[in-house]
C-alpha cells in the first residue's frame, strides 16, 4: 500500500507527486491517459507559474515558451495594446504536461482511470477498471472533472471551453483578449507560427471562428486568414467558474489545481494556482496537516486572486465594450493583471 495515491498527472498532481517523492514519500501518480495530450487552456503562463516550475526543476524558456509582452484586449471598434506587468511565455501544454509527468518519473502510471474513492479504515481505497488500489492519503487532481462520489459543492454553474490551433494568424509577443456575445476568447502564439484559439463560453458554440470575429474589429482582422488546424475544436464542458473548496472535507483527501480552486480562464492564471496548490499540498502533508486545514489554507491564500478574477469576470460579462474601455486604461489594466496573480 503506497503511503500516497496522486488521481491526475496535470499540473496539480505532478507538482504534488514531485515535491513528495523528493521528500522520501512512497508515492503512486495514476492517469487515465496513455501520454500526454491536448487539454483545453490557452497556455498563457505567468511568473508565479514559472517560480513553480523552477522549484520542480523546470524552465519555461529551455522548454521553448515564447516570451510575451503585451496584451491587446478588443470589443467592437474599441482596442486597447498594454505591456504586460511581469514576464509571461506562452507554450502548448502538450509540451507543458509532458515535461512535468517526466520529471514525476517512474512514479507514473499511465492509462489508470480512478472510477471511485472510498474511505477504508484510516484509508483510502481507489477503484480502477483492473482492480483497487489502497492508499493512507489521497491527493485528487482530477481537473474540471469530478471524481464520482466527490463532487464539488456550491460549484457555480458550469461553462464550455473550446480550443483550436490555427495557422494564418500572426501574434508576436502578444496575447490577445477578445470578448464576442456569449463568452470571450484568448489568442496566443504557437512556437513555429500560428495561434492557439481558446474560448469560455456559455450554451452551444456554433461557429467558434465566426462569433469570434463579429465580437471586434481586431478579431475579424487577426482571424482573416485562420485556418483550422483540427477538424473541429477540442471542448471540456462543465467548467465551474468561481469555485472553492470549502475549509473542510474528508481526513486524508487533499483537492488541488481544478479540484481545489477555478479561477476564470482569462486570467491566464490556472496553472499557476494547480502547481502551487500542489506544491502546498504536498508540504501541508509533509508537515502532518490535516485535508480540512489545508482547503482553509488555501482558500485564504487564492482568495486575492479569485476575488479580483471574479470581480473582472462579471464586468466582463456585463459588458465587454466597459471592460475593453477599462482595459484601454493601462494602469488599470496593469492593476487587474497584477491582483489576478498569485504570489510567487
Ligand atoms: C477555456 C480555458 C482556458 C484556459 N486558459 C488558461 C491559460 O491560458 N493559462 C492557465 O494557466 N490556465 C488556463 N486555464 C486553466 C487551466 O487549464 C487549469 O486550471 C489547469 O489545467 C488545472 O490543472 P489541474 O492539474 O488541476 O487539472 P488538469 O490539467 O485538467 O489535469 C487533470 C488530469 O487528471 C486526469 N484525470 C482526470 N480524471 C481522472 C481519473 N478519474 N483517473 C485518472 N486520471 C484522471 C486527466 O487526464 C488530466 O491529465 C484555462 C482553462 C480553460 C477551460
Aim: charged content about 15%; glycine content about 14%; proline content about 8%.
Amino acid at each position: 500500500m503506497p503511503e500516497l495515491a496522486v488521481i491526475g498527472a496535470g499540473p496539480a498532481g505532478c507538482a504534488a507527486a514531485i515535491a513528495l517523492t523528493r521528500a522520501g514519500r512512497e508515492v503512486v501518480l495514476l492517469e487515465r491517459g496513455t501520454a500526454p495530450r491536448e487539454s483545453v487552456c490557452g497556455e498563457f503562463l505567468g511568473p508565479d507559474a514559472a517560480a513553480a516550475l523552477r522549484r520542480l526543476g523546470l524552465d519555461l524558456a529551455a522548454l521553448g515558451g515564447i516570451p510575451l509582452r503585451r496584451v491587446r484586449i478588443a470589443h467592437g471598434a474599441r482596442e486597447a495594446d498594454v505591456a504586460l506587468p511581469f514576464p509571461a511565455w506562452a507554450l502548448p501544454r502538450l509540451v507543458l504536461d509532458g515535461a512535468l509527468q517526466a520529471a514525476a518519473g517512474r512514479v507514473l502510471r499511465r492509462g489508470v482511470t480512478v472510477l471511485g474513492a472510498e474511505r477504508a479504515g484510516e484509508g483510502w481505497r481507489l477503484r480502477t477498471p483492473s482492480g483497487e488500489i489502497q492508499a493512507r492519503q489521497v491527493v485528487l487532481a482530477t481537473g474540471k472533472h469530478a471524481l464520482r462520489g466527490h463532487p464539488r459543492e456550491g460549484a457555480p454553474p458550469p461553462a464550455i471551453g473550446l480550443k483550436l490551433h490555427l495557422a494564418g494568424v500572426e501574434m508576436a509577443d502578444a496575447v490577445a483578449l477578445l470578448p464576442f456575445a456569449g463568452g470571450y476568447a484568448g489568442l496566443q502564439p504557437l512556437p513555429g507560427g500560428g495561434a492557439n484559439l481558446c474560448a469560455a463560453l456559455q450554451g452551444p458554440p456554433g461557429d467558434l471562428l465566426a462569433r469570434v470575429a463579429a465580437g471586434s474589429a481586431l478579431g475579424a482582422r487577426l482571424l482573416r486568414d485562420a485556418t483550422p488546424l483540427w477538424d473541429r475544436p477540442l471542448a471540456i464542458a462543465g467548467v465551474p467558474y468561481g469555485f472553492r473548496q470549502p475549509a473542510a472535507g474528508p481526513p486524508g483527501l487533499f483537492r488541488v489545481g481544478d479540484q481545489a480552486a477555478v479561477i476564470p480562464s482569462f486570467t491566464g492564471e490556472g496553472v499557476a494556482l494547480a502547481l502551487q496548490s500542489g506544491l502546498a499540498a504536498a508540504e501541508a502533508i509533509l508537515a502532518g496537516r490535516e485535508a480540512a486545514a489545508f482547503h482553509a489554507a488555501w482558500r485564504r491564500r487564492s482568495a486575492g486572486p479569485m476575488r479580483w478574477a471574479g470581480l473582472a469576470a462579471w464586468v466582463l460579462r456585463a459588458s465587454p465594450s466597459a471592460f475593453a474601455a477599462v482595459g484601454a486604461v493601462g494602469p488599470v489594466a496593469r492593476l487587474v493583471a497584477a491582483r489576478t496573480r498569485m504570489a510567487a
